[in-house]
Structures are given as C-alpha cells and as structure tokens.
C-alpha cells in the first residue's frame, strides 16, 4: 500500500513540493521561487506557465529528493495562493494575460463603482467578503475588458478562468478536469457562500460569463487523476483547499473558537465558526473553511496582505538584510525601536481597514534611527497587525482566545513570536511542523483515499514546538498600540487622486 501523501503548496512567490507520511511528518521538500511582475505601482502578476513549470519541476524534484517511487504516492493535496485569477484558452491551453496576483490593486476603480452604486452590501451579504480588488470577480472582469477579443470569445465558451488549484488540476489531468473546492471559490467574490453556488445576479453585475467558471466540488474529494505522462502513473489528486483554509485544517482547528495565523507573504488569521457562517460588523471576513463529509463549515477570517513581504522587502529592495532569519537577529541588537513605526501598506490595507489606497510609511524617525530600528519595526508591524485582527475577530465571534497557534515561514523567527504573545498578551503556540498549509492539503487528500480515516486520528499528529507567554506589562503594550494606531492614520488613503 502506497505510504505518502503529496502536497502541492503554491505559494505567492514560491511554488513547494512536500512528502508526509502517515504520522504527518515531512519525509522530503523542495521548493522554488519564481519571478514576480510589477508592471506599474501597485500592480503585480505572475506568469502562470512559470508556475506550471516550477510546481511540477518540484513535484518531480521531491520525488526523487525523498528516494521513493511515485507509486508510493497514495495522493496528491493541491494547496494554492488564493484569489490569483488565470484566464486561458480551453483549446491551446494557454493563458491569455498573465495571472493577476491576489495583491494587486489594478482593479479598485472597478471595486469604487460597485461601492458608489451601493451593490457591495450585496456583496457582503451573499458572498460574506468586502468589495476589495484582493478578490477574483473584478481580475476577471479586467482580462476580459481589457485583452482584446477576450469577452467575444468567453461568451463563445472558448475561455476559462481558474485560481491556481483550478489552472494546475487542469494541467495535471492534460485539460480534462476544470474544478475547484468550496474555499477557493469562496474567494472570488462570484460565490454564493450560503446556496452554494455561482451567484448569477453578481456575475450579470460584473458581466462574467458562468461557463467559463469552474465546477466546485469539495475540499476532500477525487477530482481526476494525474496524466499518465506526468509521473508515470496515476495518481489521484484528491484533495483541494486554499492555503489558509488549508492551514486551519493542518493545525486540527476543527471545532468552533479555534484559531490559527499563519506568517508567510501575508499574514491570514482564521477562527473556524463551524456550519455557521457568522456575518462580521468589524471588517473581517466570512468564508468557507471546507467542504467535507457531506458539509460545509465556516471561518472568520482576518486577512493582512503584507508580512514577511516586508521582510523580502528590507532584504531585495532596502538590501538591509542578506536573508530572511537575519532579521531576527538585527532585531535584537536593539532594545525597543527608538520609536519608530512602520506601517508596511505596500498593496494597500487589508483587515479590517480595507483600505485599497494606504501606501507604506516609516514614521517616528529621528536623527538616531539606525538600521536596526528599521529592521525591528518592520517585524514588529506584523505582530500589530495581527492584534488588529485579533480584536475584530474576539468582537465578531464573542470568543476570547486562550491561545494563537501560529505557522507559516515567519513564524520561525523567534523575536517576531516573542513580541506576539506580548502585544496580544495572549499565549502563542508553535508547531513542529509550520508547514501546516501542505499538511492540511496532504490531511484533506488523505481523508478521501482512505490513508487517514478520520480527523480524530489527524488530531494525534499535532505537537508542539514552542510556547510563547507573554511578559509585556499592560501599561507598555497599550503604549506601544497605541503608536501603532496612529501610525497607521497616516499610512491611510495616500493614493486616494
Ligand atoms: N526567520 C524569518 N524571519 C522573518 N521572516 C521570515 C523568516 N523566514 C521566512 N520569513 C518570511 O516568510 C515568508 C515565507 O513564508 P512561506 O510560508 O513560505 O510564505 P508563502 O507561502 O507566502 O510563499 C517570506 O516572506 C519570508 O520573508
Ligand atoms: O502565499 P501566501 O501563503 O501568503 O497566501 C496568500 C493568500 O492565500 C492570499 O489570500
């Protein structure tokens, strides 16, 4: 009997391949970055044939990495970026425009006439998510507005749209299967999030045409199977989640109340509310967490668009820093950071500001500033913006946390998790395994092959690495909030004309 699960993690800048066994353990991983498009400020796409190519490239990789045959390979979890529109071409299978990223901004003009005609409170209510441009409704009303002879031959059906689960589930299967699950299609903002499917009144608004849209199935299911010419053999693909959505499951938050942040390009707070979908007053979000066993459940979710971004951004355009970990380590050369706030709105704000015109800020700067300042408060911006969450969610939900399991790439840095727990004054517990997203994916894969039989026993894999406990008195934390709030102000409606 096969002994792996395999776990596709498209993430925003790095495509990852990981091998887990039955106990959730990582027998191998590899992973590669690709390149990043910005054509103009605030725009950002990827080339989705670069991410064909750098998934299955690791997929292949780790394969060999971990010294197993595919036939090992009991499943394949598919775990994506979220919102990132793809358009192509059902007959060539290329893409016509390249992938529009979930962080660009290029749509908001589009998101301000839906507000101004009042229909994002219809939004809100069907589809639980805030007129924002971060979703695919308004990417996809852009390609086929903007390439030309897209609309004419969408409304022939000669097009299709997927988010990256979709565009590599097609291309695994050689153009045969054009699905997605229940959390993805949450995110497009075309989604009735409560009758479950396509929401036509919104489609008419945004003039899409429903059938290029994908089939939604749910998040634990055999969707098809690998081409044969790809690995050698067939392998299902059966399983299918959003990479937060993914990561709640990966870190067993499966009853009500439970929580989990994840730290990696953004940062993604979501509590589960069960098959309840609790409506928010604070500017989080409703969405679906999964599909499974015959059910939906829910989540509120809390969404910061730029986290360890920022920390690419001290490293690749600052060049202040030679790697990501080094961070940690100019963050405590330096006991506090003399003051200096910044607010990293580099794609605007998201939760629960939502804001598609704040642009980043440094403020607080003195002639004393030095690198390192710099370097601490950029780390330091994650962890508030994640209290902001964290009090939006604790209202919406009425739940206070006990304690944050954190994971994602960021949340390896020590520093950042120490000043969590205190700015939260909340505990934070970190995992052996802060690969939760592909361990979700392989969980979700497993449970529809039989590998796993059932959450319960998933339940047993989880085990802690780190505690952290506050130790920031009161008076300091709400000083050092409070400086946040306010540097936050002037980050707000910068790129308003
Ligand atoms: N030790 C660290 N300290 C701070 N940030 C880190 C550290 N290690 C990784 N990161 C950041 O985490 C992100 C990568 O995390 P990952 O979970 O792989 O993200 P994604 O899935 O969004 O690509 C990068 O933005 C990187 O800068
Ligand atoms: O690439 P990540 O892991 O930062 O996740 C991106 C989110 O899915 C965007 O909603």
């Not at 600052?318 to 330096?334: G, H, T």
């Not at 969450?389 to 998790?417: C, P, R, T």
């Not at 406990?469 to 000083?479: I, S, T």
């Amino acid at each position: 009997m096969a002994k792996y699960i395999m776990a596709f993690d498209q993430g925003t800048t790095s495509s990852r391949a990981i091998i887990f066994d039955r106990s959730g353990k990582i027998i191998a991983s590899l992973n590669q970055e690709f390149k990043q498009i910005y054509p103009k400020p605030g725009w950002v796409e990827h080339d989705p044939m670069e991410i064909w190519g750098s998934q299955i490239g690791v997929a292949k990789g780790v394969i060999e990495k971990a010294g197993i045959n595919p036939e090992d390979i009991a499943a394949i979890g598919i775990t994506n970026q979220r919102e990132t529109t793809v358009v192509w071409d059902k007959n060539t299978g290329k893409p016509i425009y390249n992938a529009i990223v979930w962080q660009c901004r290029r749509t908001a003009p589009i998101c301000d006439e839906l507000k101004n005609k009042g229909f994002d409170k219809k939004i809100r209510e069907k589809t639980g998510l805030v007129v924002d441009a971060y979703f695919s409704g308004t990417k996809v009303k852009w390609i086929l507005d903007n390439v030309e002879g897209a609309r004419e031959k969408a409304e022939k059906g000669e097009l299709l749209f997927g988010n990256i689960d979709t565009w590599l589930i097609w291309n695994l299967t050689r153009g045969n299967v054009h699905v997605t699950d229940y959390s993805n299609a949450s995110r497009t903002m075309l989604f009735n999030i409560h009758e479950l499917k396509w929401d036509k009144e919104i489609l008419a608004e945004l003039n899409i045409p429903e059938q290029m849209l994908p089939e939604v199935k749910p998040s634990s299911y055999v969707y098809g199977y690998t081409d044969k010419s790809i690995f050698g053999v067939e392998i299902p693909i059966a399983g299918d989640a959003g990479d937060q959505q993914a990561a709640l499951f990966g870190q067993a938050c499966f009853k009500p109340g439970m929580a989990k942040n994840t730290y990696g390009t953004g940062c993604f707070m979501l509590m589960n509310t069960g098959e309840k979908a609790v409506p928010s007053n604070t500017g989080l979000l409703t969405t679906i967490a999964w599909g499974i066993d015959g059910k939906v459940e829910y989540a509120l979710e809390g969404s910061i668009f730029i986290a360890g971004a920022a920390i690419q951004w001290l490293r690749d355009e600052l060049r202040i820093i030679d790697n990501s970990p080094q961070s940690e380590e100019y963050a405590l050369k330096v006991e506090d950071t003399n003051g200096v706030y910044v607010v990293p709105a580099f794609v605007g704000l998201g939760a629960p500001y939502w804001d598609m015109y704040a642009r980043g800020t440094i403020v607080g700067l003195t002639r004393g500033a030095k690198r390192e300042h710099i370097i601490r408060a950029t780390l330091e911006s994650i962890a508030y913006q994640t209290r902001d969450v964290l009090e939006a969610m604790q209202e919406d939900s009425g739940i206070k946390l006990q304690a944050l399991k954190v994971d994602g790439g960021a949340s390896a840095n020590n520093f950042l998790m120490q000043f969590q727990s205190d700015i939260l004054g909340v505990p934070v517990d970190r995992p052996q395994v802060i690969e939760t997203t592909a361990l979700g994916a392989s969980y979700l894969a497993g449970l529809a092959v039989g590998f796993w039989n059932s959450k319960e026993e998933i339940e047993k894999n989880w085990n802690v690495d780190k505690h952290f406990e506050p130790a920031m008195d009161n008076e300091k934390r709400e000083k050092l909030y409070k400086g946040w709030k306010k540097a936050v102000e002037r980050a707000m409606k910068w790129a308003e004309e």
